[in-house]
């Protein structure tokens, strides 16, 4: 063989060789959060086992990613395999049928999932987002504040009695708030928390004729003792106040009550990262007149969009990232009190977990007390307990809440918030046809 031909045979055997150990390249869209950016770390792991896999991440801010999200698949577009979703959009995006139902093996155990988070990533009875974890909300406070002030805090207090503990503890002069709670406008910012104050007080976003309800009595009382609250003891520039902001200063010891996502827990209760991890105790969000979607719940998860180049790597990995193993790697590589929670039974049975996890009790019973079905007193036509399950929430909830934030300015009354929010509302369902 002559030396052309014997190199022409090398370089074709190099060429097979190549081809036959090239790794499929699984693109991941995901939100830039504590929980993926540590999955992204651990990532190195699934390829060990994987070879054939490589993952490829795209990492963006919440509101970035769903917009780039929701193009690509509405437009069949492809650029991703998997996709970070929440629990708005996967009943939603099923019923489109933008989405391949979730079909893990049998070590992946489904029955373990958490029965409220599993069926808010359902359509059907169908999985069609497997949750990478999941939150509702809760009252995260300064125990030794209201033992100074001589009060105590039930475990599912009501907001008069909240606002009396509220009145107790806020001293300003030295630095503490009373209550700090979400103000930034937004569908997933400030009407998340007035959402769940209005179910507490008996309201809904909808009724069974899907007609707007923000000006029915509970809203407006919901509102009222909101602004009350935040003007009377809250800190300043509140209007601007999301979780982030409000994570600090409770963790610089200037909020006495914080009501926020059960995941907040893990940060408050950190030393590294809490001046007042060793102070903080947890209650079940208050209620007015009922429990029944007096606190939210979310989650996380993992999907396949139907336009994916590679279900079946997508899936594989969907059953490594949301398994129990995974959250016992977390466990070794950081710690228990850092692995995703709100998904698995089995994370809340751990006793390591309950060891370290002091907020544990109270997390589990927020998220098994929150139902996207069982979500407000009247009966309710949607899916949801902070957010309604259909297209036109997301409009409705963002002219809502910035109506929200000026009322919390002063620059309108709670009831002209209320009316202004529901005329936008009203423009919307007819609109798109829900009545005339």
């Known amino acids: ?25 699984l693109v991941i869209a995901t939100v830039n959060n504590g929980h993926m950016i540590e999955m992204q770390k651990l990532g190195k792991f699934f390829e060990q086992a994987n070879p054939d896999i490589k993952l490829k991440w795209v990492t963006l801010e919440e509101g970035v ?40 093996d049998a070590a992946y155990d489904v029955d373990d999932l958490l029965p ?17 974890y999941g939150e509702s909300s809760m009252i995260m406070y300064r125990a030794d504040l209201v033992k100074k002030a001589g009060m105590t805090l039930e475990d599912r207090p009501s907001w008069d009695q909240l606002r009396a503990v509220a009145a107790k503890i806020h001293d300003p002069a030295n630095g503490v708030y009373g209550i700090c709670l979400r103000g930034k406008p937004g569908w997933g910012d400030n009407m998340v928390l007035l959402t769940t104050m209005a179910n507490s007080y008996g309201g809904q976003l909808f009724d069974m004729k899907w007609q707007p309800q923000f000006t029915s009595k509970p809203w407006r009382d ?12 809250g800190p300043p520039g509140s209007s601007s106040n999301s979780f982030n902001e409000i994570l600090a200063m409770f963790n610089e010891g200037k909020c006495g009550i914080w009501i926020d996502a059960t995941i907040a827990a893990s940060f408050v209760s950190d030393p590294k990262q809490s001046k007042v991890a060793d102070k903080v105790a ?48 977390v466990a070794k590589e950081t710690s228990w009190a850092n692995v995703p929670t709100g998904t698995r039974k089995s994370t809340y049975a751990t006793p390591e977990f309950v060891k370290a996890a002091k907020f544990s009790a109270a997390e589990g019973k927020a998220i098994a007390t929150a139902s996207p079905k069982q979500n407000t007193l009247p009966p309710s036509p949607y899916i949801g307990v902070q ?16 109506q929200i934030t000026a009322a919390l300015l002063g620059k309108v009354t709670a009831d002209q918030a209320l009316e202004k929010a529901q005329q936008a509302a009203d423009r919307e369902m007819r609109k798109a046809g829900y009545y005339k």
């Open 282 to 329: 947890y209650a079940q969000a208050p209620i007015a007149v009922t429990e029944r979607g007096a606190n939210w719940l979310w989650a996380w998860a993992l999907a396949i969009p139907k336009s994916s180049k590679h279900p079946d790597a997508a899936q594989k990995f969907i059953n490594w990232a949301t398994s129990k193993d995974y959250i016992k790697l």
């Open 387 to 402: 957010y309604a399950a259909i297209p036109e929430f997301q409009a409705i909830g963002v002219a809502t809440g910035q």
């Open 65 to 104: 990613l769903r917009q780039r999200m929701t193009t690509d698949i509405a437009t069949k577009g492809g650029q991703f395999d998997l996709m970070t979703i929440g629990m708005y959009e996967a009943p939603i995006w099923a019923k489109k049928e933008w989405l391949l139902p979730i079909k893990p």
């Open 222 to 233: 919901a509102l009222t003792m909101y602004v009350d609250l935040m003007k009377k003891y």
């Open 116 to 132: 409220t988070i599993r069926e808010g990533l359902s359509l059907n009875g169908q999985l069609y987002a497997a949750p990478f």
């Open 1 to 25: 063989m002559n030396r052309i031909a014997l190199s022409a045979l090398c370089v074709g055997l190099l060429c097979a060789a190549s081809a036959a150990f090239a790794a499929t390249d």
